[in-house]
């Protein structure tokens, strides 16, 4: 609740023409144009023009759902998927499905090393 009550302020602080001035100077004329007109909205305006991509929280509770086990080998990939997106959960499935796949091979040479 912390990390999206942050982002919706910082997503409406709103664009101080003054203070960004030196910045808006050393923009094109098209970006400067998007950054003054498109939105009262610092982070939407810098979106706009370029200078940023995105900005996101980045410390949820996710770490407290991962650490969730004892033995946690397997990623919690709903947790992941809402967090980072299904881009890089794709990642962490993976990894599920090959960690699974390689436990029982992993017991059995781990016997017979023994």
Known sequence: EQASLLHS???NVPL??????PL???LL??????ALGASPSLVRSL??????EGFAPLHDNVLSVWRSGVLALLAPIDALRCYFGSHV???FAWMNCFTTWLLL???????LAL
């Open 16 to 21: 101080d023409v003054q203070a960004m001035a």
């Open 47 to 52: 979106q706009l023009t370029g200078l940023i």
């Open 9 to 11: 302020i910082v997503e």
């Open 105 to 111: 091979p992993g017991v059995v040479g781990g016997a």
């Open 24 to 26: 808006l100077q050393a």
């Open 89 to 91: 959960t794709m990642y």
């Open 29 to 34: 004329p098209r970006q400067r144009d998007l």
